[in-house]
């Protein structure tokens, strides 16, 4: 650090001799690179993991079953709409995403709204989960939640607002069981998993052919698939920008305490990977990204088929004009796929897939187009 003080001090005094050399441009550039720089190593050296806080909203967990957690967020209005919300989020990454800031929350903003807003955690799966299934997680976990919600709530049937993997398994869940569901909110689902331009495609084996990766080989060798090894497949989907580029960036905003703080978020639920129970992932990436069985209708949880023809009840469809992860053609392609006639709106916003849970227009946007759908339809 004193180092780098002595930096700064030297090339200040030498700047007239650099300007008469011509280099007095680039010498700007040097010292107001390595004040940042220092600026932000005193933030840095100010901070500590308890600084980087994740879910801000106040929560209750209101059931558990094994590792899985139902929470309730605390309402903050009077008389919030009487069907409840339940947040299904991705078994890959942690749920907090939907609440990971203040100001820029999700779920925060739908309290706001007058929703009352439960969340299922899904947890850390350890080596005893392996043999854990679709079935398990869709007719075992998530319906019991919903059992609860409707218990708790004196309610018939819930909405489901489903995120990523999550959307996917609420499409799969609201067809099983559809009298549990009065509305369904899918935001960055992937529905066609062979659209051109999804680049998760090829950890399935659909862009490079099925012999790309051996599902049965993987989850036979390693039981559950390592978190780790999962957020290295979507690190390397944009390698320069995400694993490069952004930390070249990380000076420009080291002095700002409050944008490093966000970073730091960000970088904290990135790294915060679940492992994948076994059985679970194999039948996901085989049955979904490498047979694209969602749109056929042949997927089975466990003896029961999934048919998308199935999905009555309204649903409101969101998804990421510049989604690298899940392209905009697969969420679209479910209104291909549902009865005719159906209640049916998409909404789209001018981001990346990340965009739809961080941005600030998207959250000045997003859940009041979420609260007015549903108030309609209440």
């Known amino acids: 650090m004193f180092l780098l003080f002595f930096i700064v001090h030297w090339l200040k005094i030498m700047l007239p001799f650099f300007a008469q050399m011509g280099m007095e441009e680039n010498l700007h550039e040097t010292l107001d690179f390595t004040e940042k720089f220092l600026s932000g190593l005193e933030n840095l050296q100010g901070l500590n993991e308890d600084d980087i806080q994740v879910g801000f909203t106040p929560k209750e967990a209101i059931y558990q079953e094994d590792k899985v957690v139902l929470y309730r967020f605390q309402p903050v209005v009077e008389n919030p709409l009487p069907v409840p919300v339940l947040i299904v989020y991705a078994l890959v990454n942690r749920p907090y995403m939907v609440d990971l800031q203040e100001g820029r929350s999700l779920v925060a903003n739908l309290l706001k709204l007058g929703l009352d807003v439960y969340l299922i955690d899904w947890g850390y799966p350890s080596r005893g989960d392996r043999w854990l299934t679709l079935e398990d997680h869709l007719c075992g976990y998530l319906n019991n939640c919903v059992d609860v919600i409707c218990q708790r709530s004196q309610q018939e049937k819930i909405t ?6 999550g959307g996917t398994f609420s499409l799969c869940y609201a067809s099983l069981f559809p009298e549990k569901v009065k509305s369904l909110v899918v935001m960055v689902a992937p529905v066609d998993f062979e659209q051109p331009g999804t680049l998760l495609n090829a950890r399935g084996g659909c862009t490079l ?12 060798a390693m039981g559950n698939i390592p978190g780790d090894y999962l ?3 979507f690190l390397m989907l944009k390698p320069l920008q995400l694993g490069y580029q952004k930390y070249l960036d990380v000076p420009n905003i080291m002095g700002d305490e409050a944008k490093l703080l966000n970073f730091l978020r960000m970088e904290k639920w990135i790294f915060d990977s679940p492992d994948q129970a076994g059985e679970t992932y194999r039948q996901f990436l085989k049955d979904f990204y490498q047979q694209n069985k969602l749109i056929k209708g042949e997927v089975m949880i466990g003896d029961r088929r999934v048919d998308l023809h199935h999905l009555t009840m309204p649903i409101l469809n969101l998804y990421a004009e510049k989604d690298h992860l ?10 291909e796929y549902l009865p005719e006639n159906s209640d049916y709106t998409v909404q789209s916003f001018p981001v990346g897939h990340i965009g739809m849970y961080v941005s600030g227009k998207v959250q000045r946007d997003l859940p009041p187009a ?6 309609e339809r209440q």
Do not use: K
């Open 160 to 165: 489901l607002l489903g995120v990523c993997q």
């Open 209 to 220: 052919g099925a012999e790309a990766v051996d599902i049965d080989l993987m989850v036979d």
């Open 231 to 233: 957020n290295l497949e």
């Open 326 to 335: 899940v392209a905009p053609a697969s969420s679209l392609a479910l209104g």
């Open 370 to 375: 979420i609260a007015q759908w549903l108030s």
